[in-house]
Structure formats: C-alpha cells, structure tokens
C-alpha cells in the first residue's frame, strides 16, 4: 500500500465526512463544555457566567458522593469486565459452529441487547419487585425464602444487582465480537494443531486464546469506556440510589446538571471522567500491547 | 446377499452416528435452556402486555387470567404508533447508511495507510469515545438554535454521527488492520486508486464487521431517549421511544400498556438483527475461507 | 494516478447529496405555519403558534381532559395553532431546563411553584399576570382562595402563574377492612399507632407506602411537619432562621421512625414503589395509606379493581394532642401551574393569555374534576354523580382545614439543599440514617450551597 502515491489532499476526502461533523457536533460542544467547568452558572440563557477557576473541581473533589461514584464506577467496571469477559468468550465458543437453531440460540442471547434501557428497567423491577415479584417468589417456592434481600432497594446489595443486570444486557455484544474474532481463525491451523496432537483444551489455550487477542482488546476497551459512562441503565434502575449505593460518575454529573442546577460542576465532572477514561484507556491499550511482545 | 461382517460393520457404523448425536443431546438441551433462562426476562414482559394492570400485582407468575389481544390495540393508538413509526424508521436507516459509510472511509485511509498524523487523527477520533452525553447537552442546544435547525430532524442525525464515529471507527480500525494486502497490491498493480480499492476490496471483505457495526448503529438510535426528546421540537415528529413517554401519568404508569408498546417497539430491531445477521453469516464465512 | 478519477468525485457528490437530503427533508410537512410577530400587529387574526409543555400525557388523569379543552380553543380561534409539546414531569423537567439555557421556553408551560422556580421570575422569564388577573375578575375570582398566592415569590411582588392542580392530603381507608379489625379512624396521633396496633393483631397490615420513591418521605415529613409546627413555619426555612437541627424540624423525622416502629408497614415497604403501594390498597393487602388527593382517582379509576372505590373512605392526617393548635394544618396547595414565557408578543401573547384562562376557568375544572376524579384550584360546580363519593368527601373535610401549605421543600431555595431533603427524607423513612445525623447532613449542604 506504500506504493500508492496517494495524496494528502484525497486522504483528507476520505476522513472529511467523518471529521466534519465529529468535529462540529461532538468536539466543539466538549470544548465548550470544559470551559464552562470554570465558571459558574445558573442554567438561565443571558444570565450571568461567574468565574471561580478550580473551584468547581475542589468542591467534587471535596465531595463525599463524587468519591462514591468513582468506586462505584470502579466496581461495575471490575464486575462487567470478570462476568463479561469470561462469559462472553466461553457463549462465542459454545455457538461457534453450524448447528441447526444456532442462530436462533444466538439471538437469544443477543435479544437483552435489543432493549432500551427503560425496558429494561421496567422488567426487572417488576422481577425483582418485592415479597412476590418473579424472583422473590421463586425463591420462596423452593424454600430458600431467607435468601431473599430488597434486592434493589438495599444500600449493600443494590450495586451488585446493578452489575448483574447490566452483565445480562452486555453479555451479547461481547459474545457477538468475540465469535467475529473466533470465526476469522481459518480452519487450516486448527486442523494443523490437530494433526500435531492438540486435544480439545491445548488447542483453546494455545492457539484459539493467542489468535483473539485483538478482539480481546476491543471487548476490554469497550467495557472500560462503556462502564465509566454508565448512565440510562442505573438512571432508570435505582437514580443512583438508595442513599447514593449505586450512584455513578454519570448519574452524578447528571444531577448536578439537572437536579442541582450546577453546570460548571456537571461540566467539571466530565472533564474528570474524559481524563480518567482516557488515562485507563491508554493502560489498557499498552496491557494489551505488551502481552503481543511477551506471546 | 451381504455378509455378516458388513452387516456387522453397517450396524457400528450407524450405532456410531447415533451415539454421537446422543453423546451431543446434552450439549443441546443444555444450550436450550441456558438460552431460555437468559431471554426469561423478556418471555415475562410479552406474558405482561397480556394482563390488566390490577393483575400484573396480583399474579406475578402465571399466565393471563385472560388473553387481552386489545392491550396491543390500545398500546398502538396511546403511544402512536403507526405514526411516529415512519420518522424512527426515516432517522435511524439514513443514520445507519451515513454513519457507516463515513467511518468506512475513515477506518480505510487509517487503517491501510502509514502516516504519523494519521495516527493522530486516529486517537483524535477515539477521544470521542470517552465523553459523556449529558456534558455537551445544552452546549448541542445553544448550537442547534443558532443554526435555527430545530425543526428538522438533520440536526439529530447529525448528533448521532458524531457520537457514533468514533466507536466504529475503533472497531473497523482494528477489523480493518488485520485484512490481508494481496488484493490491495493486485489493485494497485492494476492501476487503481484509492477508491477503487475501497469499493472493490475493502468494503466486500468488511461486511461481517458492516453488519454487525450497522446492527449495533441502528439499536442506539432506535431506543435512544435523551437526544430524541431535546433534539425533535413538533410532537408529530416524535421517535418511537418518545411514544412510550405517553404511558406514564403524574404519578402512575400503565404498565401493561407499556409491555405491549415495547414489544410492538421491539419487533423491528429483531427483523434488522435477523436480516442483518444473515449477512454477517455470510460475509463470515466469505471471510474465513478466503483467509 | 494522473487519470481523472471519477470514483473520488462520486464520494464527495454523494456525501453532499447526502447532507442536502439531511437539510432539506426531515421534516414534516403538517401545513404548520408559524409567525412570531413583533408587536405592531393591526391584523386581528394573524396565525400564530402556541408551543404549550404540559405534563397532562394520555395516561395524565387530566390528559383526556386537557386534550379536549385545547381541541375546542383551536376551534374558537382558529388562527392559532398550539404545539404540544406533553411529557411526564422528569422528562419535562429535563426538557425545560434545556430550554431556558439555550433562551428557547415555550409560550405557555406548567412550573410547581417553590422557591426554585422563583428564578424563573427573578430572571425575567415569565410574565406577572396581576394585571390581566385584575382586569378580569371572573377570572381571579374563579381561583379558590389562597390559590393565587403560592404564585407569588418571595421577594417579588406579582403572581406569575395560573393554577389549575390543586392538592390536599390525608389518609385513605379501606372501611370494611377497618370494619373487621373493629377501629374508627383516628383523629390523633395516639388514636392512629392504636388502631395501627389493632389492625396488626387482627392480622391485616396496616399501611402500604412506596418507600422505594423519594417523595413519598418527603410527603409524609411535610404533613408530619405541619401538624407539629403549623405551616407559617416553613417560611422560616426559607429565611434560614430555622435550621435543619433545630428540634422543630428534627421531631418529623423522629415521628416518622415511631410509625416505623409502630409496625405500621409491611416488611418489604423499603422496597415498594408508588405503583406498588397503590396496588397492596387496591388489592385490599393493606388496610389504609397517606397519600394525596390524586389517590381517589386511582382507587375509583380504570384501573382498580371494580367496585373496590366504594370501600375506600378518608379521614384527615391525625394531629398531635400536644400541638393541637395545629391540628388544621394541611399539607395541601396549588401544584401544576400555567407560566407564560415573556418571549412571547403581540398577538400570540394575547391567546397565551386567552389560553391560559381558558384552562383554569369553572368550565375547564368542571370538566377535568368531573374525568379525573380530582381536584383542582377553580372552583367548579360538579356533578357528584360524575365526580363520585369519595372527591365530595375529601372537598369536605378540607373544608375543615384553616392552613394549607404545600412540600417543606418548596421551601428549601438550594437546589442542592432540596434535592438532598428528599433523599435524606427517604433515608430516615428506611431507617438507613438517624434523624440526627440527615438533619446534620442537611444542615452542611445548606453551607456549602451559600
């Protein structure tokens, strides 16, 4: 491809489209955004823009519920990434063949990805809804009755339901990438590790494992940005409740736009999370990196 | 007349085939029941369109008292259905078409050429990624009345292209880094361009990651709630996921209204999905044998 | 490359094409024209568009209602064409707030009156109706007393809303349940943990509350609040004399722990929502709740069960023997409120007005008591055959009532302060935080908000 004297000129025509409006409706609004998380102001068109310089900053940074965000944003990601990861890989296994009703067991899986998140939202607090809700009742039947905890309305155990719910969501996405990377492995080295000797287990660990590694990146990636912006899901689920258990960065910025009033909090709560996603980012990117050189 | 030994040997034969489809049984049932624990939550909410909304606290597990085909009627009438089903189809398609074409184009000049400010512009584009809607809200509405766009739909297309390149220029990029680069040199030997190699290479070999990348692209905006209710002004322009706002009152919801809606909501994005993922298939398997 | 290469040009044809086809369709074309007119209108009837935000959604009790004043004020004035723009009260909320940042309100939307939306006026964005109030007197008089004043802000001189919602709170009972336990619903606090006592040995719950839902706390404090403090003393909230540690605004809080504790609530209440504690009424698993005036409609409406309204009966929140000076204070009020946007001139500002008497005059209440089985702040001469029982009843025992006040938190200026009123509200309500320590936390996010 280095052969082709391509200009800069027609490059450009081909990253033109994309640029212009990621640049116009996307980095010209951000830019104006982390202005703003200098200033403050009431929300009202013409009133005025205080400047309070770190101010903004100070205050999230002094304050209890930001900190409670960002763990439990770091929770969820840790969560997502365990359940997700590892599930997601072994479903793409399982359904990487060409049985008949495969594809209707992949949509299946792939069907809780289909859903917004209000339906969400409405169908599992009606599963979880208390004393006989679907879950609670189940339970109850099979005698484990004792088991049951206010599943989304308890500070403990809120955050954790949470997770789950959102694995259930994520799982098909990252099952779907995955089975993308599995089934771009040509068919000619696994037979030639077959005919080396490779049972079943030596011949996911060794050659399967090391061949996805690129979709690995992506799903890991994705679920590190995806889990710091968490929103609708946890806005429709708990708001970030009860009692700030499941509160997150976005559900903070959130309300300090929305509830509180305070833009140049909500817009210094963004440029915290930008910083943070792009410094995970950049760890995760060389994590993975560094594995291609050690592998 | 056959002999015994391979009377003998037809009979293993066929006891083999047998076992192995049995020893496989497990394995099937097995997938079958993991797949229906899994979509469990959304068998309930169809079983929930069919109650009354009295019944839906009452009787949690079972079927419907009785079978109420007119909640999907009603459902179809309050959240308007037939009629905002044609703006969500108009937005979410050229969506889907633009925002695919364009990342494309872009992934393919990042991807297959060699250039430090390439890379650049690359890590540009992934930047997008990590920002938070909510954060550029008002700032996308001061701009959307200054453009005096408000009462047409471009400006919340355009929205979506803009959050939705920088995820699928990541994907593609990495889709596209790993395609092989013999038929490139065939085009260039040939004498071809860019665009040439574009649409006679590029774009065949990516159609698995174009299908899945188009599935994912028409999802987001089809449930999209936020930008749709501070982007679309007229009421009878609104999206389907608007529609369902209809179903909440002060301080109650009709909830079997809404489990009809959201299954009458639903039904298109499992079409797109199946018919798209038709073409993942196929664009797979094209792949895999090629390589 | 030194042919022409058409296929580059094609790309760059197709993506103008492309955002032509985004610029040009996209719309649709209803026939809707819209003029703002400056004020130097000689034409009577020039065409003018109304945006109106409303929360009155078709599953609003009002929305049917609502939908059929506007249709009839369209055909009365045929120039003028009324955007609706109707979402439930978050997304609205949302929505507003969007467009007062970006100078883009409606002509005609609903506010809650409280102290935050005093900003609306502060920043000039709503106009004072005290002279188009005074010019028609059929229609200041319509409103029921007191009404008009929870549209004035502290600080400011004029009434700048229209109410149409109106409130007042107290308990729903179901009678026969009452009936099998052997109690007579109570008049004071003593009388109700008694006949929470008796309900419990006969075996029936007591009360139902969504405890999972913020503002069912905050409810219950304010009505707490008000019987022990009578409701001039929220004033004192907002003037920050009284602060949250105080022990007038501490005992509400430890009221609501005594119910609690009383075993009033079944033991999921923490994590039932609204829907849920209407249902456990509904579903006769619980023998009364607190709730407001909205309850009737849903025990009487649609969706109940049938014939269940008939059992239902009211009786007014108990009060405190020690505080009985207070026993008629009510939390209860003006809520949806009809705002005009000062942006709006001329002719359009005339049928905003003409519009928003229209919704709250005697004619409209009729009608939208009447199908919501609710009340409102017009007085109406109802047909209790429409209305039902049970709306006559409630409007009878407010009679009784001497002092109406509306959410603590309308009282509470800060933002910040009010949205934490609610959560901590919720908290005692669970029993997740002492009374003292909310108060506490309360009283440091006053602080930090001046």
Same mark, same amino acid.
């Given at each position: 491809?280095?052969? =082709?004297?391509?200009?800069?000129?027609?490059?450009?025509?081909? *990253?033109?489209?994309?640029?212009?409006?990621?640049?116009?409706?996307?980095?010209?609004?951000?830019?104006?955004?982390?202005?703003?998380?200098?200033?403050?102001?009431?929300?009202?068109? +013409?009133?005025?823009?205080?400047?309070?310089?770190?101010?903004?900053?100070?205050?999230?940074?002094?304050?209890?519920?930001? @900190?409670?965000?960002?763990?439990?944003?770091?929770?969820?990601?840790?969560?997502?990434?365990?359940?997700?990861?590892?599930?997601?890989?072994?479903?793409? !296994? =399982?359904?990487?063949?060409?049985?008949?009703?495969?594809?209707?067991?992949?949509?299946?899986?792939?069907?809780?990805?289909?859903?917004?998140?209000?339906?969400?939202?409405?169908?599992?607090?009606?599963?979880?809804?208390?004393?006989?809700?679907?879950?609670?009742?189940?339970?109850?039947?099979?005698?484990?009755?004792?088991?049951?905890?206010?599943?989304?309305?308890?500070?403990?155990?809120?955050?954790?339901?949470?997770?789950?719910?959102?694995?259930?969501?994520?799982?098909? $996405?990252?099952?779907?990438?995955?089975?993308?990377? !599995?089934?771009?492995?040509?068919?000619?080295?696994?037979?030639?590790?077959?005919?080396?000797?490779?049972?079943?287990?030596?011949?996911?660990?060794?050659?399967?494992?090391?061949?996805?590694?690129?979709?690995?990146?992506?799903? &890991?990636?994705?679920?590190?940005?995806?889990? !710091?912006?968490?929103?609708?899901?946890?806005?429709?689920?708990?708001?970030?409740?009860?009692?700030?258990?499941?509160?997150?960065?976005?559900?903070? %910025?959130?309300?300090?736009?929305?509830?509180?009033?305070?833009?140049?909090?909500?817009?210094?709560?963004?440029? &915290?999370?930008?910083?943070?996603?792009?410094?995970?980012?950049?760890?995760?990117?060389?994590?993975?990196? #560094?594995?291609?050189?050690?592998? | 007349?056959?002999?015994?030994?391979?009377?003998?040997?037809?009979?293993?034969?066929?006891?083999?085939?047998?076992?192995?489809?049995?020893?496989?049984?497990?394995?099937?049932?097995?997938?079958?029941?993991?797949?229906?624990?899994?979509?469990?939550?959304?068998?309930?909410?169809?079983?929930?369109?069919?109650?009354?909304?009295?019944?839906?606290?009452?009787?949690?597990?079972?079927?419907?008292?009785? @079978?109420?085909?007119?909640?999907?009627?009603?459902?179809?009438?309050?959240?308007?259905?037939?009629?905002?089903?044609?703006?969500?189809?108009?937005?979410?398609?050229?969506?889907?078409?633009?925002?695919?074409?364009?990342?494309?184009?872009?992934?393919?000049?990042?991807?297959?050429?060699?250039?430090?400010?390439?890379?650049?512009?690359?890590?540009?584009?992934?930047?997008?990624?990590?920002?938070?809607?909510?954060?550029?809200?008002?700032?996308?509405?001061?701009?959307?009345?200054?453009?005096?766009?408000?009462?047409?739909?471009?400006?919340?297309?355009?929205?979506?292209?803009?959050? +939705? $390149?920088?995820?699928?220029?990541?994907?593609?990029?990495?889709?596209?880094?790993?395609?092989?680069?013999?038929?490139?040199?065939?085009?260039?030997?040939?004498?071809?361009? !860019?665009?040439?190699?574009?649409?006679?290479?590029?774009?065949?070999?990516?159609?698995?990651?174009?299908?899945?990348?188009?599935?994912?692209?028409?999802?987001?905006?089809?449930?999209?709630?936020?930008?749709?209710?501070?982007?679309?002004?007229?009421?009878?322009?609104?999206?389907?996921?608007?529609? *369902?706002?209809?179903?909440?009152?002060?301080?109650?919801?009709?909830?079997?209204?809404?489990?009809?809606?959201?299954?009458?909501?639903?039904?298109?994005?499992?079409?797109?999905?199946?018919?798209?993922? /038709?073409?993942?298939?196929?664009?797979?398997?094209?792949?895999?044998?090629?390589? | 490359?030194?042919?022409?290469?058409?296929?580059?040009?094609?790309?760059?044809?197709?993506?103008?094409?492309?955002?032509?086809?985004?610029?040009?369709?996209?719309?649709?074309?209803?026939?809707?024209?819209?003029?703002?007119?400056?004020?130097?209108?000689?034409?009577?009837?020039?065409?003018?568009?109304? #945006?109106?935000?409303?929360?009155?959604?078709?599953?609003?009790?009002?929305?049917?209602?609502?939908?059929?004043?506007?249709? /009839?004020?369209?055909?009365?004035?045929?120039?003028?064409?009324?955007?609706?723009?109707? %979402?439930?009260?978050?997304?609205?909320?949302?929505?507003?707030?969007?467009?007062?940042?970006?100078?883009?309100?409606?002509?005609?939307?609903?506010?809650?009156?409280?102290?935050?939306?005093?900003?609306?006026?502060?920043?000039?964005?709503?106009?004072?109706?005290?002279?188009?109030?005074?010019?028609?007197?059929?229609?200041?008089?319509?409103?029921?007393?007191?009404?008009?004043?929870?549209?004035?802000?502290?600080?400011?001189?004029?009434?700048?809303?229209?109410?149409?919602?109106?409130?007042?709170?107290?308990?729903?009972?179901?009678?026969?349940?009452?009936?099998?336990?052997?109690?007579?619903?109570?008049?004071?606090?003593?009388?109700?943990?008694?006949?929470?006592?008796?309900?419990?040995?006969?075996?029936?719950?007591?009360?139902?509350?969504?405890?999972?839902?913020?503002?069912?706390?905050?409810?219950?404090?304010?009505?707490?609040?008000?019987?022990?403090?009578?409701?001039?003393?929220?004033?004192?909230?907002?003037?920050?004399?009284?602060?949250?540690?105080?022990?007038?605004?501490?005992?509400?809080?430890?009221?609501?722990?005594?119910? $609690?504790?009383?075993?009033?609530?079944?033991?999921?209440?923490?994590?039932?929502?609204?829907?849920?504690? &209407?249902?456990?009424?509904?579903?006769?698993?619980?023998?009364?709740?607190?709730?407001?005036? @909205?309850?009737?409609?849903?025990?009487?409406?649609?969706?109940?069960?049938?014939?269940?309204?008939?059992?239902?009966?009211?009786?007014?929140?108990?009060?405190?023997?020690?505080?009985?000076?207070?026993?008629?204070?009510?939390?209860?009020?003006?809520?949806?409120?009809?705002?005009?946007?000062?942006?709006?001139?001329?002719?359009?500002?005339?049928?905003?007005?003409?519009?928003?008497?229209?919704?709250?005059?005697?004619?409209?209440?009729?009608?939208?008591?009447?199908?919501?089985?609710?009340?409102?702040?017009?007085?109406?001469?109802?047909?209790?055959? #429409?209305?039902?029982?049970?709306?006559?009843?409630?409007?009878?025992?407010?009679?009784?009532?001497? /002092?109406?006040?509306?959410?603590?938190?309308?009282?509470?200026?800060?933002?910040?302060?009010?949205?934490?009123?609610?959560?901590?509200?919720?908290?005692?309500?669970?029993?997740?935080?002492?009374?003292?320590?909310?108060?506490?936390?309360?009283?440091?996010?006053?602080?930090?908000?001046?």
């Amino acid at each position: 491809m280095e052969r =082709l004297n391509a200009r800069y000129g027609q490059i450009l025509l081909y *990253l033109l489209p994309a640029l212009l409006f990621y640049t116009a409706l996307l980095v010209y609004p951000v830019i104006k955004s982390f202005y703003l998380a200098a200033f403050k102001w009431n929300g009202f068109a +013409g009133s005025a823009m205080t400047f309070v310089g770190f101010d903004n900053f100070r205050f999230i940074f002094e304050d209890a519920i930001f @900190w409670k965000s960002l763990q439990n944003v770091m929770m969820i990601m840790a969560g997502s990434i365990l359940i997700q990861i590892p599930a997601g890989l072994f479903l793409a !296994l =399982l359904l990487n063949g060409k049985w008949r009703g495969i594809r209707v067991v992949k949509a299946a899986f792939f069907m809780p990805v289909i859903m917004s998140a209000t339906s969400i939202a409405l169908l599992w607090k009606f599963i979880l809804y208390p004393g006989d809700g679907l879950l609670d009742g189940f339970l109850t039947r099979l005698g484990m009755g004792d088991v049951i905890q206010a599943w989304l309305a308890d500070p403990d155990i809120a955050l954790f339901t949470v997770i789950l719910i959102c694995c259930w969501q994520g799982i098909g $996405v990252v099952m779907i990438i995955f089975l993308s990377g !599995l089934v771009a492995i040509p068919d000619a080295i696994k037979e030639a590790a077959r005919i080396d000797g490779a049972n079943r287990r030596q011949l996911l660990w060794y050659v399967t494992l090391p061949l996805i590694r690129e979709v690995t990146a992506i799903n &890991v990636i994705l679920l590190v940005i995806g889990t !710091l912006k968490i929103f609708d899901n946890i806005y429709v689920l708990t708001n970030g409740g009860p009692l700030n258990a499941t509160e997150v960065l976005g559900t903070y %910025l959130y309300s300090e736009a929305f509830s509180n009033n305070r833009f140049g909090m909500a817009s210094a709560t963004a440029v &915290v999370m930008f910083v943070i996603g792009f410094v995970l980012t950049l760890i995760a990117n060389r994590a993975m990196k #560094r594995e291609a050189y050690e592998g | 007349m056959m002999s015994t030994i391979t009377r003998y040997n037809r009979a293993a034969v066929l006891s083999d085939r047998t076992r192995k489809k049995w020893r496989k049984a497990p394995f099937y049932i097995g997938t079958s029941l993991l797949a229906i624990a899994f979509i469990y939550p959304l068998i309930y909410t169809l079983l929930t369109s069919f109650k009354t909304n009295n019944e839906i606290f009452s009787n949690y597990f079972g079927l419907p008292e009785s @079978w109420r085909f007119e909640n999907y009627a009603h459902a179809w009438v309050k959240g308007k259905i037939g009629a905002y089903f044609m703006n969500s189809v108009y937005i979410c398609t050229i969506y889907v078409v633009l925002v695919l074409l364009f990342s494309s184009m872009a992934s393919f000049v990042l991807a297959r050429l060699r250039g430090k400010w390439l890379t650049a512009v690359f890590y540009f584009f992934v930047a997008g990624m990590m920002i938070p809607v909510h954060a550029i809200l008002i700032p996308l509405a001061q701009t959307s009345m200054s453009l005096g766009l408000s009462d047409q739909y471009s400006f919340l297309i355009g929205i979506y292209i803009a959050s +939705g $390149v920088p995820y699928m220029i990541f994907i593609m990029y990495g889709f596209m880094k790993g395609l092989p680069r013999e038929l490139e040199e065939a085009v260039i030997i040939d004498g071809g361009g !860019l665009w040439t190699i574009y649409r006679k290479v590029l774009l065949p070999l990516s159609r698995p990651v174009l299908a899945t990348m188009g599935i994912l692209g028409f999802l987001s905006t089809w449930n999209d709630l936020i930008l749709a209710l501070l982007f679309i002004k007229k009421s009878d322009m609104w999206t389907l996921s608007l529609g *369902l706002l209809n179903f909440s009152g002060f301080y109650t919801t009709d909830y079997v209204g809404l489990c009809a809606a959201i299954v009458l909501v639903n039904i298109p994005t499992i079409i797109v999905y199946i018919s798209l993922q /038709e073409y993942v298939e196929k664009g797979l398997t094209a792949g895999a044998v090629k390589g | 490359m030194k042919k022409v290469d058409w296929g580059k040009s094609k790309v760059i044809v197709a993506v103008l094409l492309a955002m032509l086809a985004l610029t040009a369709c996209g719309s649709n074309n209803e026939g809707t024209v819209s003029t703002t007119s400056p004020a130097t209108s000689e034409a009577p009837k020039e065409k003018v568009t109304l #945006r109106v935000a409303t929360a009155y959604t078709p599953d609003h009790p009002f929305g049917p209602a609502i939908d059929q004043i506007l249709t /009839e004020f369209t055909a009365q004035h045929p120039e003028v064409t009324i955007e609706k723009e109707f %979402l439930p009260v978050a997304d609205l909320d949302k929505k507003l707030t969007v467009d007062r940042a970006t100078d883009n309100l409606p002509e005609v939307f609903v506010i809650f009156p409280g102290a935050s939306t005093a900003d609306y006026a502060k920043e000039n964005k709503i106009i004072d109706l005290t002279e188009y109030l005074n010019s028609d007197t059929d229609w200041k008089d319509g409103f029921i007393s007191g009404a008009l004043d929870s549209l004035r802000f502290d600080g400011l001189t004029g009434i700048y809303g229209a109410p149409l919602g109106a409130y007042s709170t107290g308990f729903y009972y179901n009678k026969e349940l009452f009936q099998t336990a052997g109690v007579e619903p109570p008049k004071t606090w003593d009388e109700l943990l008694a006949v929470i006592d008796k309900l419990k040995a006969a075996n029936v719950t007591p009360m139902a509350i969504g405890a999972s839902e913020s503002w069912r706390a905050e409810h219950l404090y304010t009505a707490l609040f008000y019987k022990w403090n009578g409701t001039e003393k929220a004033k004192q909230i907002l003037s920050r004399e009284l602060p949250y540690s105080s022990p007038e605004a501490i005992e509400p809080f430890k009221r609501m722990v005594q119910l $609690v504790d009383a075993g009033a609530f079944d033991k999921k209440y923490v994590a039932l929502n609204y829907a849920g504690e &209407v249902a456990d009424f509904n579903n006769e698993k619980a023998a009364m709740r607190f709730s407001g005036s @909205w309850a009737v409609g849903e025990s009487t409406g649609p969706n109940s069960p049938e014939g269940f309204g008939d059992k239902v009966g009211f009786f007014p929140f108990p009060y405190f023997t020690e505080k009985e000076e207070h026993k008629d204070s009510w939390m209860g009020g003006v809520s949806d409120s009809f705002a005009i946007s000062t942006k709006a001139q001329g002719h359009q500002k005339d049928m905003a007005i003409e519009l928003v008497k229209t919704l709250t005059s005697p004619a409209s209440s009729k009608i939208i008591i009447e199908s919501a089985h609710d009340l409102t702040a017009v007085k109406a001469e109802v047909d209790p055959e #429409r209305s039902g029982k049970l709306i006559a009843e409630v409007s009878k025992a407010m009679g009784t009532g001497k /002092e109406f006040a509306g959410d603590v938190s309308a009282f509470e200026p800060a933002k910040a302060v009010n949205s934490k009123l609610y959560d901590l509200t919720q908290a005692v309500l669970v029993k997740g935080v002492t009374p003292e320590a909310a108060v506490k936390q309360l009283d440091a996010e006053v602080a930090k908000s001046q």
